[in-house]
């Protein structure tokens, strides 16, 4: 059983950045690919990025790229997401996830454990 505790949401101006950071129980931390999702007020779930459990292999969403960067230390059990340039669309719950396998990717029923998110307010 894998526990994920997110931290670092808030209300920031357009343009600002905020770093998520995502806290993970257990030993099989270094095991796990690792993600974030976010869902909007009256919007689907959506996919922002992943990591795999070495670190080596990385996806974005095309809305994201360029803007966010995940990253991981084994060491800590803890994955981030660094939000920079961000617009008032990136407003949303931002949830942490894991997959028991090392490698995952966009789909959110690869999933098999997720946080109970934080929010991120981006104000015009």
């Known amino acids: 059983q894998v526990q994920l505790v997110e931290s670092g949401g808030g209300l920031v101006q357009a343009g600002g950045s905020l770093r998520l950071s995502c806290a993970a129980s257990?030993?099989?931390?270094?095991?796990?690919?690792m993600g974030w999702f976010r869902q909007a007020p009256g919007k689907e779930r959506e996919f922002v990025a992943t990591?795999?459990?070495?670190?080596?292999?990385?996806w974005y969403a095309d809305s994201v790229k360029g803007r966010f960067t995940i990253s991981r230390n084994n060491v800590k059990n803890t994955v981030y997401l660094q939000m920079n340039s961000l617009k008032p669309e990136d407003t949303a719950v931002y949830y942490c996830?894991?997959?028991?396998?090392?490698?995952?990717?966009?789909?959110?029923?690869?999933?098999?454990?997720w946080g109970q998110g934080t929010q991120v307010t981006v104000s015009s």
């Open positions: 996830v894991a997959d028991s396998a090392c490698t995952s990717g966009s789909d959110a029923t690869d999933y098999d454990y």
């Open positions: 257990g030993r099989a931390f270094s095991r796990y690919a």
């Open positions: 990591i795999s459990c070495s670190g080596g292999r990385i």
